[in-house]
């Protein structure tokens, strides 16, 4: 990290200690001089779907200008020949190898916040969640606000639906967020902030609905969760570029759906009935014309 990122986020030394051992998963450049920040977290896989989740996290960190400042060793979580790291070549020369990991941002401000995002581990989740939920208590964090993204029966010209999962409901105060009464399979989103919420952190998990039809990135969940998080924080954030995203993401999704008759009559179906099931080979279909679509959309 550079010396005047440094600076900025106001780091230093930070001897962190550990009572079960797991710290030595935690790398740390110092200490954010922030007291009890708030926490927003993202991962990038089953719980984000359409890339929603990480992709309003990407942009919150951006505008906030969150510098980083320590990250969760992947060795033991990861398995690397399916989360694979990338290597960087500049002119021919390896400059980098980039590894999938947790990493955690500071964002000093008005609300000081410390943005965690990454891809979800595959291996150890109690050992990887003893290792984030002892660095959140160390850090003093006041709540934590986990973003998380699920395909489902909606339509792409509406709002985007918001449900939320929390220890405490009080925490989601006038935001008019539906409580979630999923049960079933869950991810590390689920498992983590189960985890921060027995370890007394107060936590909102914060859940966008996104097409099962849609292109492979929806700015418009992302804008939905981003706008939302920006609220429960109480810390604004510059979204103008990501206001611009969502509303190309529904041109595409207009033409995607203008150009077969099958796509068009099951989104005007989901569109007048929520609870409308899906037909017997839509989801194939539906498939096929996304990936047709993909194809042919020139690059922009």
Partial sequence: MASGDRKRAGLRPFRFVSHRGVAEAVRLSGRPRVEHPLMVVAFEGWNDAADAASYALTNLAQAWQAVPFAEIDPEEFFDFTEARPELIVVEGLVREITWPTTVFSVAP?????????????QLRW???????VELALALGA?????????LAEVAHSRPVPLAATTSDAALLGPEGVALSRYEGPTGIVGVLGAALAVAG????????????????VSAKA?????EATTRMVGRHADLAELTREALEYERQMDELVGEDETVAAYVARIAHDDAAAVPDGSVEVLTDEIERYLRDEPPG
Wanted: glycine share 8%; charged share 10%.
């Fill in 109 to 121: 401000g008005p609300v000081d916040i410390v943005v965690a995002r990454g891809p979800e581990p």
């Fill in 142 to 150: 006041g709540r934590v606000v986990i973003l998380g993204a699920y």
């Fill in 222 to 226: 992302a804008l939905a969760l981003a």
């Fill in 201 to 216: 952190v107060p936590t909102v998990t914060i859940w966008a609905s996104v097409p099962c039809y849609s292109i492979p």
């Fill in 126 to 132: 109690r050992a990887y969640c003893d290792a984030f």
